[in-house]
C-alpha cells in the first residue's frame, strides 16, 4: 500500500509517519467539523503561491473540480486540534482563568 511504502522510504528518517484514518466521515463532514476553526479566526495562511491555490480550493468546495487540497486542509485541522496545538481565543482564555483560581497563595513561614 502507499502507507506501507511511505513508512518504508522513510524508515531512517528522524521524524516519524503516523496514519490517520479519516473514519466514515465524507470529505463534506470533516469540513463542516473544522469549520468553527475557520470561523473563529484561528486560520492564517502565509502569503505564498501555494497558500492562494488552498484557500481557492477551500472558497469553492464543495463544488469544484478538485478538492484534495481541503481535505489535506481538514485533516491537518483535525489532527492538531486534537492535539491541543489549535484552540480557541475562548478556551485560552478560561485556561488562563482556571490557572489563576487554582493557584496557591504564598504565605509567610512565620507570622511577622
Do not use: M
Not at 479519516?22 to 505564498?48: C, H, L, M, W
Not at 481535505?71 to 489549535?86: G, M, P, V, Y
Amino acid at each position: 500500500s502507499v502507507a506501507q511504502e511511505i513508512k518504508r522510504l522513510n524508515r531512517t528518517s528522524v521524524w516519524g509517519v503516523e496514519l490517520i484514518n479519516p473514519g466514515n466521515a465524507d470529505k463534506v463532514a470533516r469540513a463542516y467539523a473544522v469549520q468553527p476553526i475557520f470561523s473563529n479566526g484561528v486560520v492564517f495562511t502565509p502569503e505564498k503561491d501555494w497558500s492562494d491555490k488552498v484557500i481557492t480550493q477551500c472558497e469553492n468546495f464543495p463544488k469544484a473540480k478538485h478538492d484534495d487540497l481541503v481535505d489535506s486542509t481538514t485533516q491537518a485541522l483535525k489532527f492538531l486540534r486534537e492535539r491541543n496545538l489549535i484552540r480557541r481565543p475562548e478556551e485560552i482564555i478560561e485556561e488562563i482563568k482556571w490557572q489563576g483560581a487554582h493557584r496557591p497563595t504564598n504565605r509567610p513561614v512565620y507570622d511577622v
